[in-house]
């Protein structure tokens, strides 16, 4: 399995800024990222395309940092920014297809040869049809960088899928239908609307920063909850939740559990 096109500058609405740090803080909400994104853009925008004056402008937009990054081992690149004046489509503003020539990449956190080569494991470990799904599923900037850096909740909710079907799901027949899309969608937007999960807590997903500020994996404390496993709790766990009781667990679940079978229904199970 691995992706044959480029994750990060898909098309069609979709477009990626999660490795560059866009939301490596506690504080990740939709608002508060276009926010930051609108003011990095805006205070990058008139500098004078050359590495001195931007070296200096990425050192003040660090410094006025409006918070510290959640997982302090994973930076975050200054250079980010929306590409067009709609707001659309977030990116490097320092890449030479966005200056119009001159490469100041090496002005943000990471050397520019890092900037070309990198690619995120979600290309190794999702299909082809799986990063399909989540770019016609997910066709805005904020919501698709949430969704396709995100393996475990695209395969556990595909795999949920597979189980309330009692068989196999194509995630091209998913993506074909729009009433069926648009249940997917909902099912992946609980990254971004599902209630009660407490958002200043210091988890992003599944992971929560270990000693060194490296993003640590989580589990449940069954033991703690008085709960066996159930199938929906990998989802549960990349949502973010930290339940401290049965009754939170469960609500969870029950929230992924209906949104999976609304998507079961939209194919006409
Ligand atoms: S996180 Fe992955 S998909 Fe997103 S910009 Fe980075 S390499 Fe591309």
């Given at each position: 399995m691995s992706v044959s096109f480029h994750l990060c500058q898909p098309g069609r609405g979709a477009s990626c800024g999660a490795c560059c740090g866009l939301y490596n803080f506690r504080d990740h909400s939709r608002a508060?990222?276009?926010?930051?994104?609108?003011?990095?853009?805006?205070?990058?925008?008139?500098?004078?395309?050359?590495?001195?004056?931007?070296?200096?402008a990425a050192r003040a937009l660090l410094e006025s940092r409006r918070e510290s990054p959640l997982f302090p081992a994973v930076r975050v690149c200054p250079l980010l920014g929306f590409l067009d004046a709609e707001h659309t489509q977030v990116g490097c503003l320092g890449h030479p297809k966005v200056t119009g020539g001159a490469d100041l990449r090496d002005c943000g956190v990471y050397r520019a040869e890092i900037c070309e080569t990198f690619t995120c494991p979600s290309f190794t470990w999702l299909s082809d049809a799986q990063a399909r799904l989540v770019q016609a599923a997910c066709a805005d900037w904020y919501l698709y960088g949430l969704v396709i850096t995100d393996v475990e909740f695209v395969r556990g909710c595909l795999q949920l899928l597979e189980w309330e079907l009692a068989g196999p799901v194509n995630p091209e027949v998913l993506a074909a239908r729009p009433e069926?899309?648009?249940?997917?969608?909902?099912?992946?937007?609980?990254?971004?609307?599902?209630?009660?999960?407490?958002?200043?807590?210091?988890?992003?997903?599944?992971?929560?920063?270990?000693?060194?500020?490296?993003?640590?994996?989580?589990?449940?404390?069954?033991?703690?909850?008085?709960?066996?496993?159930?199938?929906?709790?990998?989802?549960?766990?990349?949502?973010?939740?930290?339940?401290?009781?049965?009754?939170?667990?469960?609500?969870?679940r029950e929230l992924v559990r209906v949104h999976v079978k609304a998507v079961a229904h939209a194919l006409g199970a």
């Amino acid at each position: 399995m691995s992706v044959s096109f480029h994750l990060c500058q898909p098309g069609r609405g979709a477009s990626c800024g999660a490795c560059c740090g866009l939301y490596n803080f506690r504080d990740h909400s939709r608002a508060t990222l276009t926010g930051q994104l609108a003011a990095q853009t805006e205070a990058l925008r008139t500098v004078p395309r050359e590495p001195d004056a931007w070296h200096t402008a990425a050192r003040a937009l660090l410094e006025s940092r409006r918070e510290s990054p959640l997982f302090p081992a994973v930076r975050v690149c200054p250079l980010l920014g929306f590409l067009d004046a709609e707001h659309t489509q977030v990116g490097c503003l320092g890449h030479p297809k966005v200056t119009g020539g001159a490469d100041l990449r090496d002005c943000g956190v990471y050397r520019a040869e890092i900037c070309e080569t990198f690619t995120c494991p979600s290309f190794t470990w999702l299909s082809d049809a799986q990063a399909r799904l989540v770019q016609a599923a997910c066709a805005d900037w904020y919501l698709y960088g949430l969704v396709i850096t995100d393996v475990e909740f695209v395969r556990g909710c595909l795999q949920l899928l597979e189980w309330e079907l009692a068989g196999p799901v194509n995630p091209e027949v998913l993506a074909a239908r729009p009433e069926t899309l648009e249940a997917v969608r909902q099912l992946f937007a609980l990254k971004e609307t599902a209630p009660g999960r407490g958002t200043h807590a210091a988890v992003f997903g599944r992971f929560t920063p270990d000693t060194e500020g490296e993003p640590l994996s989580r589990t449940l404390d069954y033991a703690a909850l008085g709960a066996r496993t159930a199938p929906e709790d990998e989802v549960v766990l990349c949502l973010g939740y930290v339940p401290t009781h049965l009754e939170e667990l469960n609500r969870a679940r029950e929230l992924v559990r209906v949104h999976v079978k609304a998507v079961a229904h939209a194919l006409g199970a």
